[in-house]
Every structure is written in structure tokens, then in C-alpha cells.
């Protein structure tokens, strides 16, 4: 996985507007990012989400009956939907809307009139951040499925003697396994000779 190329088809975007023509022209300009859908409205946007479950979500604010921040907390609750990200669009320029935006789950934030080259841009990047996440994630599975085999004691031990991972699973090596092992202190878990 580390080493593989990542391929636009892969990626998956919503849009969220109640504009229609804003809707038309966001999807057009990020069509070749990936697979893009559309919907006009709050509860749509819950729905598709949790069907579809984008990598990124365009999220207008203002919209009628279930507004843009609702929509992201509805999403950031929802565990299909918590890791997309979510960028914002609005017409508003105070600070306000911007705290709140962040504040609410979103990780940027687009103002109207939209600049579709900067748009694309915040989507482009927010993608590749999600595919460096898959990278990391999958790397890190792989370590752990690789250390759980080695038939050693293997631990990382922070500057202050905390322990900070064990592959101890069974407590074979120590009266306690790698999760009762976390956060204790060498002298603690360790024989006095080898301590």
C-alpha cells in the first residue's frame, strides 16, 4: 500500500448547495477529481453521505431547513461518515462563521462567489491528505500484523522508562499483556537484576 499510486477514481466527493446553478458549476469543475455526487438539501446530504461515504464533502452554510453546521455535526456523529472531510462554503465573511465552521468539524473553509481554481485546489489537497491516512493506517496494520508474529518480546520504552508499546499479547513474558503493559514504568513491570 505505501508504495502504490493513487488513482483519481478512488476519490469520492459530495457537494452540498441549494443553488443549483453553484451546484452545477462546483461538480462540473471538480468532475475529474474523482466520482462527484450532488444534492440540494440537509437531509439529502446526511443520506448520501452515509451511502456513499465521500472522502470530501463541499458543505454550503446557509441553507433552508437543516443549515450547513447542523448537517456537519449530524455527520461527525455518524461513525460511516465521521473521517470525511468536510469543507465549508459560504457567502459570509465574519468571523464568526468561520469559528464556527472549524468548531463545528470542518477542515476549511470556501467563500462565495467560489474561485473554482482555489476550490479545486482545497479539494485536491484535502483528498490527497485522506489518501496519506489510508497510506499510514494500512502501514500501521501491516507493522502490527508483522510484530504480533515475531516470536520475541519486543517494547518501546519512552526517555522516562514508560512503556509506549508491547507486542506481549498473552502476557507470556511478564505477568501483564501489551494493553495492561501501557503508561507502566520499567521499574515497575522489570525484576530488580534487570531493572
Same mark, same amino acid.
Given at each position: 500500500m505505501l508504495f502504490s499510486h493513487h488513482n483519481n477514481s478512488h476519490n469520492k466527493v459530495l457537494v452540498v448547495d441549494d443553488e443549483p446553478t453553484?451546484?452545477?458549476i462546483m461538480a462540473e469543475s471538480l468532475s475529474?477529481?474523482?466520482e462527484i455526487v450532488c444534492?440540494?438539501?440537509g437531509a439529502q446530504a446526511i443520506e448520501k453521505a452515509a451511502f456513499f461515504q465521500p472522502d470530501v464533502i463541499l458543505l454550503d452554510i446557509e441553507m433552508p431547513g437543516m443549515n450547513g453546521f447542523? /448537517?456537519?455535526q449530524k455527520l461527525k456523529n455518524n461513525p460511516k461518515t465521521v473521517q470525511s472531510h468536510v469543507i465549508f462554503v459560504t457567502s459570509h465573511n465574519e468571523q464568526i462563521f468561520e469559528y464556527q465552521s472549524f468548531a463545528s468539524g470542518g477542515i476549511d473553509l470556501i467563500h462565495k462567489p467560489v474561485?473554482?481554481?482555489i476550490c479545486?485546489?482545497?479539494v485536491q489537497n484535502q483528498l490527497k491528505l485522506k489518501h496519506q491516512e489510508a497510506q499510514i493506517l494500512a502501514a500501521k496494520n501491516d507493522i502490527s500484523?508483522? /510484530?504480533a508474529q515475531v516470536p520475541v518480546y519486543i517494547s518501546y520504552w519512552s526517555n522516562t522508562e514508560e512503556n509506549l508499546f508491547s507486542n506481549d499479547e498473552?502476557?507470556?513474558w511478564f505477568s501483564k499483556s501489551s494493553e495492561q503493559m501501557l503508561g507502566c514504568f520499567a521499574k515497575d513491570v522489570l525484576p530488580d537484576e534487570l531493572y
Open positions: 453553484s451546484l452545477l475529474d477529481l474523482g444534492c440540494d438539501n447542523e /448537517v456537519c474561485d473554482l481554481n479545486r485546489l482545497r500484523t508483522l /510484530v498473552t502476557a507470556h
